[in-house]
């Protein structure tokens, strides 16, 4: 499986911003999806994610209520619009893939980068 994300880019506080991936190859609709960032000189850390089975999602704190993930099940392609924009929000973004509902993720992407002026 490759995961390819893009549609990062520069925007001032208060833009919006869609991230999109790409899943190919062998690829399930129980595969649950998710987004997480990296800051410099800060850790990776878990924004939002979908599942497979139901489409449940879960987003971190910090972007409930700006964030939204969906996915395109019939084109293995999932997205990240991002609403309200900050400069904290400024990151690597790293879309991944799970197997099933639990556990580590699979597989992840290159990353795409998200910068925020203010």
């Known amino acids: 499986v490759q995961l390819q994300a893009s549609g990062g880019g520069l925007v001032q506080a208060g833009g919006s911003l869609r991230l999109s991936c790409i899943a190919s190859g062998r690829t399930f609709s129980s595969d649950a999806m998710g987004w997480f960032r990296q800051a410099p000189g800060k850790e990776r850390e878990f924004v939002a994610a979908i599942s497979g089975t139901y489409g449940t999602t879960n987003y971190a704190d910090s972007v409930k209520g700006r964030f939204t993930i969906s996915r395109d099940g019939a084109k293995s392609t999932f997205y990240l619009q991002m609403n309200s924009l900050k400069p904290e929000d400024t990151a690597v973004y790293y879309c991944?893939?799970?197997?099933?509902?639990?556990?580590?993720?699979?597989?992840w992407g290159r990353g795409t980068l998200v910068t925020v002026s203010s």
């Open positions: 991944a893939l799970r197997r099933g509902a639990r556990g580590p993720y699979d597989y």
